[in-house]
């Protein structure tokens, strides 16, 4: 299930200089900066992690499971140290992370935290549970492909279409990646989302309906949509 698109909060870097040289690039018709995409094919991936405000904005994400994950800040002391950046494509503008992608490949998604990260955020007790239950949450869907786990841009770059850039770099990395279908789960009633995916191509598959939903869980009813490429 992936993260609902456009739900980000604002995160800063200090611009990326060591990225420049490297990442997929393209000129805004406005005469805006360009926007850089950071992906792990052209750029080693410690270096994705040194655009410093990358790590805080995708160690927000999972925000689906935020009811027993815990709230923003939660999450990020959870995940900022056990991101695996060869699974994450970041936006930057301006010097600014202002979105990105992760994905799963190959059954290892984007983060990986253990049961002693759990413990330190959510105590001994509530761990027993909360870690199973995310590892279970993690290892689907099962997926011949790549799998988008999260894709998310700050409030205020929403609109300019930097959503639509991170899918593209993401097909054309899946490509170099030598993997031909992309699969995702979006909320049913997420229809900007679900309307940007079928604009580039993905089309639906099937639905997931959840049959109970308590205090503990923030998960809706999903739709698997996927796209064959290459």
């Known amino acids: 299930m992936s993260d609902d ?26 005469g805006n900066p360009t ?7 052209e750029m080693h991936y410690p270096m994705v992690a040194d655009v410093t405000g990358a790590t805080p904005l995708v ?7 935020s009811g027993f994950l815990g709230d923003r800040d939660a999450r990020i002391q959870l995940f900022r140290d056990h991101i695996v950046y060869d699974r994450v494509i970041v936006a930057v503008r301006r010097g600014r992370a202002v979105g990105y992608a992760t994905f799963k490949l190959r059954g290892r998604g984007p983060y990986a935290p253990g049961f002693a990260d759990f413990r330190r955020v959510h105590g001994l007790g509530a761990s027993v549970w909360k870690y199973p239950a995310f590892c279970a949450l993690e290892r689907r869907p099962r997926f011949d492909g790549i ?3 999260g894709l998310k841009v700050v409030r205020k770059w929403r609109g300019h279409g930097i959503g639509r850039r991170l899918l593209m770099e993401l097909e054309r990395q899946a490509i170099q990646l030598n ?3 992309i699969g995702l789960e979006v909320s049913l009633d997420n229809h900007v989302a ?4 079928r604009s580039l ?3 639906e598959k ?20 996927q796209k064959e490429i290459g």
């Open 5 to 30: 698109l456009l739900t980000a909060s604002s995160s800063q870097t200090d611009g990326p200089h060591q990225a420049d040289r490297s990442a997929s690039r393209a000129a805004e018709p406005n």
């Open 147 to 149: 799998y988008l786990c």
């Open 206 to 225: 099937s639905e997931l309906h959840v049959p109970v939903r308590n205090r503990f869980s923030s998960l809706s009813d999903v739709i698997l949509m």
């Open 194 to 197: 679900r309307n940007l995916y």
């Open 201 to 203: 191509g993905y089309t």
């Open 179 to 181: 993997e031909h279908r």
């Open 59 to 65: 160690a927000t994400g999972r925000g689906f499971m």
């Open 35 to 41: 926007l850089l995409i950071c992906g792990p094919i």
